[in-house]
């Protein structure tokens, strides 16, 4: 089954203690993008990757890093989490060919709370 | 970057009515724009999407319209069921060549009253 998953898909932690949110899909996508959804903001993107090796910063990439060392896995880590980047957290892969379906699809979204 | 709005941000309809939800972009360089439906737990799933070379696509009870040159999209959906209850996000999306950017709406909640 086509699909992105993401680890963990709930999660609390105290300020300052570092975490990574894994993300992989299995649609041999090019793109990959971390968004996080907060209420009445839609969803921001915070990175997006177009390829291995190949990131660049959306709009609210302050405070999470990320990496693309493998096509199907895009991790985003919070190095010192902050209470501000508690959280709904989407990861999305889509596939950038000429002539490909250019939809993103999204995983299930990972619940974060920094307290 | 692209400023994107929506409205209206909610939508209240007797099952059966129609439903348009409208999505206006600034950045003239966009040119795929889709619409993602958001249920209670879940992450965004497309329901439809139009390209910048085409005026409108239908697809059963749903339809997107795009005006390019007033930069807007609309969704229109037609005799509402209750299921169709969600959260709906246009994004409209730049691309080109190694570079691509999407911007979400702020969400239309539509709510449709059995």
């Not at chain 1, 060392?69 to 895009?74: A, G, L, S, V």
């Not at chain 2, 795929?32 to 329901?47: A, D, M, N, S, V």
């Amino acid at each position: 089954e086509a699909q992105v998953t993401q680890n963990p898909r709930y999660l609390i932690t105290v300020t300052g203690k570092k975490l990574t949110v894994t993300c992989s899909q299995n649609m041999n996508h090019e793109y990959m993008s971390w968004y996080r959804q907060d209420p009445g903001l839609g969803l921001r993107q915070i990175y997006y990757s177009m390829n291995v090796e190949v990131t660049d910063k959306g709009d609210v990439p302050e405070g999470y890093k990320v990496s693309r060392k493998e096509k199907r896995n895009f991790p985003l880590i919070l190095e010192s989490p902050s209470p501000n980047q508690t959280s709904l957290y989407f990861c999305a892969s889509s596939d950038t060919r000429t002539g490909a379906r250019e939809t993103q699809y999204f995983g299930p979204g990972t619940r974060l709370l920094v307290l | 970057g692209e400023n994107v709005e929506q409205h209206p941000s909610t939508l209240s309809v007797q099952e059966g009515d129609s439903a348009v939800i409208k999505c206006t972009y600034s950045d003239s360089a966009s040119n795929y724009f889709p619409w993602y439906k958001q249920e209670l737990g879940k992450g965004p799933q497309l329901i439809i999407d139009i390209r910048s070379n085409v005026g409108e696509k239908k697809d059963q009870r749903i339809a997107v319209t795009l005006n390019k040159t007033a930069k807007h999209f609309s969704l229109h959906i037609t005799e509402t069921q209750p299921e169709d209850s969600a959260v709906y996000f246009c994004a409209p999306r730049i691309y080109s060549g190694g570079y691509q950017k999407v911007t979400f709406g702020t969400g239309t909640k539509l709510q449709v009253i059995p």
